[in-house]
């Protein structure tokens, strides 16, 4: 599977690089930035949208940005409506492809190959599930994202959150039987039984493990389907997942996951 990267287009060398942008100023457009190039320390002129600086959930309050404060964020896009008719680079803090990017700075075997990103599912400030898998026999692709002690995966969390968040970082192991997949995509919660058929899924967890496994506002659960293309519901441990199958009311998607 091609680099999740490879997804932007990469019509100029800039897109789809990391930057540290530092806020300059607010507007209706959004924040307007300074970025400066490595080395040279060259400063380019970039917009961070209002769209693309949080993902909110529903009744959510909006993290507060301030000119001063910095973060770390992708360049989607590179345009000409900076001053003069100069380059203007447009920012994202939400898109998945900044986890990645923060992520393999971390992770030594991303960079070399040995593990490959095969998916990644966001709500940018809240939770992110990254299904990672080996290339190569012996290497142990989850444990090598998350690192001795959590030590690369509080890294890249503390790089993520650099000026607001508390997104939660999870690295899912990726299967090709999408029941193993959705099994391990619903980390932390243990799942009991899961019942898959075309692209709907009936997933089983013990009572106790009910809320976890749907999370808040469905969010454990949301990411699970967005990461392995399945509308997921979750029953409690026992429900006749044949039943409960039939019970779907037609053809589902992910992005309903419930």
Known sequence: MPSILGELGLESSLVGTTTTAHIRSIGPEGFRCAVYAVGTLRQREAILPLSS??????GAVPPKLE???????????????????GELLVLSAIAPELVERI??????????????????ARVAGSK???????????????????GRGANRLKGAEALLNLAYGRERLEIIEYSSDRAVFLANAMNPIQVTDVLVERNNAIVAVKEHQLPGGIGAGGLNAELAGRLTGLYV???????DLRTAMDELPGEQSAAATR
């Open 128 to 146: 992110c599930k990254v299904a990672v898998a080996p290339t190569a026999e012996g290497v142990n692709a989850r444990g090598a994202c998350i």
């Open 103 to 120: 992520l393999s700075g971390f992770v030594d075997e991303i960079l070399t190959g040995k593990v490959v990103i095969k998916g990644i």
């Open 67 to 85: 000119p001063g404060d910095t973060l770390i964020t992708l360049v989607v896009e590179v345009s000409t409506a900076g001053p003069a008719g």
């Open 53 to 58: 600086a949080y993902d909110l959930r529903e």
């Open 233 to 239: 519901r979750i029953v409690k441990e026992g429900t």
